[in-house]
Nanobody
């Protein structure tokens, strides 16, 4: 399974972007989906996660500005980012935690990343 993240780009402070992450194939189960980001010179950090039941978790730095959602039927993940700040600039990665087939172990699948740049 390959994950393809898209939707990044250059946006001015205060602007919005919507990221998407789609799986190339079907998976037996996806328990948790999440967005992570890595700014230059910094470690990768959690942005938001969502469970198969719809429970969400956000980093304090994005609460009230970002919204994570998923389409279980399509195994697609989204991140609506509003009121963007320069400090949100980073490469954003999606991650699915789940099973490819019923007989395979739970595994973390990572997307390739999409660049988000917030600058005037």
């Amino acid at each position: 399974v390959q994950l393809q993240a898209s939707g990044g780009g250059l946006v001015q402070p205060g602007g919005s972007l919507k990221l998407s992450c789609a799986a190339s194939g079907s998976m037996f189960s996806v328990n948790v989906m999440g967005w992570y980001r890595q700014a230059p010179g910094k470690q990768r950090e959690l942005v938001a996660t969502i469970t198969s039941g719809g429970s969400t978790n956000y980093a304090d730095s994005v609460k009230g500005r970002f919204t994570i959602s998923r389409d279980n039927a399509k195994n697609t993940l989204y991140l609506q980012m509003n009121s963007l700040k320069p400090e949100d600039t980073a490469v954003y990665y999606c991650k699915y935690t789940g099973q490819f087939r019923y007989y395979t172990p739970v595994y973390d699948y990572w997307g390739q990343g999409t660049q988000v740049t917030v600058s005037s």
